[in-house]
């Protein structure tokens, strides 16, 4: 789809940069990991001519709200997997408890003060943690 040209600040004529074959490229783009932004540096516009193609062509707002389906997804698979390893990282520290808690015991020696408050913090953590 091809635009009339449009006049420049300095009142020069240019043609438009508009393709319809962007529309399939920035959905392909972010479903590589590609952002939205780096889709327009990488066809030489801007950001802000992009959400202006939204304005004046319905595929490309289609394809603009699938761009950011595709992101949004990948999103919730990073947030899940983080989620996923915190969750293996506090398993992994519940096992190591008893030898946490040995450990503090011998580092602050005979200071039964030292030692309570350790085993509270341990204890606080562990509860936090059963809680989710």
């Not at 327009?40 to 939204?54: D, K, M, P, Y």
């Not at 707002?61 to 992101?71: M, P, Y």
């Amino acid at each position: 789809m091809s635009e009339p040209a449009r006049a420049t600040a300095t009142g020069r004529r240019r043609p438009r940069l508009y393709n319809q074959a962007y529309c399939e490229a920035l959905v392909q783009h972010c479903q590589r990991g590609g952002s939205v932004s780096s889709f327009a540096v990488s066809i030489g516009v801007s950001l802000e001519t992009l959400t202006a193609w939204c304005k004046d062509d319905a595929e490309f707002a289609n394809a603009w709200e699938w761009a950011f389906s595709e992101l949004a997804s990948q999103l919730e698979g990073l947030m899940l997997a983080q989620r996923t390893a915190m969750s293996a990282l506090w398993v992994r520290v519940g096992e190591l408890e008893p030898d946490f808690r040995a450990l503090a015991a011998s580092m602050v020696g005979s200071d039964a003060d030292k030692v309570a408050r350790w085993n509270a913090l341990m204890d606080d953590v562990n509860s936090r943690f059963k809680a989710r």
